[in-house]
């Protein structure tokens, strides 16, 4: 079985585990050399539905360690998008819980067998792929993936604010970024200061380009 990291940025953590993001993406090229083709996991995610073969969620590829389950997986235009719940009755899950909480696990990576793969003189192509557990991990190899939201703990106020289409304050929306994206405190100020210019006085091209650069990194 082969193994691809992602990196991921997490939206909101609560207390009852359910997580949600990217367990992979299409387009870029990987710390491995691969670069993964849209389309790769349909033909394998349509057998393991067929079979009655769930997706497990591994810690770190410890096939001994299960710690939740992956309860919906499918592709869209960006890569494999993944819902699942941590199992926080496992003493690990919860521990990946609280890791990912303080922001010291930072990646997710897939475990698969490659089906069909072709080369473009740049990199592998991975064109099918059959997928067997996608595992948090802590170091990953391609910073595109994310955990896109995990059910949120106290950032519920500033969501639904920003749902009805009203401004946060400097402070709420900072809140907003290191409670639930996982920015370092720097990134958020940042950030924040970006979306308080929106208010009235217009964005500069590069320092938007720069913050999406600082969030990425």
């Known amino acids: 079985m082969d193994t691809r990291a992602?990196?991921?940025?997490?939206?909101?953590?609560?207390?009852?585990?359910?997580?949600e993001g990217y367990a992979a993406v299409f387009g870029n090229v990987d710390g491995g050399g691969d670069r993964l083709v849209p389309g790769a996991f349909r033909a394998g995610l349509a057998k393991a539905a067929a079979e009655?073969?769930?997706?497990?969620?591994?810690?770190?590829h410890d096939p001994n360690r299960p710690i939740g389950v992956w309860t919906d997986l499918q592709e869209d235009e960006r890569g494999l998008k993944a819902s699942g719940q941590l199992v926080l009755e496992v003493g690990q899950a919860r521990e990946a819980h609280a890791l990912m909480k303080a922001g010291a696990l930072r990646g997710l990576s897939v475990g698969y067998r490659t089906v069909r793969a072709g080369n473009d003189g740049k990199a592998r192509l991975l064109e099918e792929v059959d997928l067997w557990e996608v595992s948090p991990v802590t170091f990953p190899m391609n910073r595109l993936a994310g955990l896109t939201a995990v059910k949120a703990e106290g950032a519920e106020a500033e969501l639904d604010k920003l749902r009805a289409g009203d401004r946060l304050t400097e402070r709420e929306f900072e809140r907003l970024l290191k409670g639930s994206l996982g920015l370092s405190n720097s990134q958020a100020e940042r950030a924040a200061r970006v979306h308080l210019k929106g208010q009235g006085d217009p964005v500069e091209a590069d320092e938007t380009a720069a913050l999406w650069a600082a969030m990425a990194g």
Not at 6 to 19: H, W
Not at 54 to 59: E, F, R, V, Y
């Open 6 to 19: 992602f990196r991921f940025e997490i939206k909101a953590l609560g207390e009852d585990g359910a997580v």
């Open 52 to 60: 009655g073969r769930s997706i497990p969620m591994l810690w770190q």
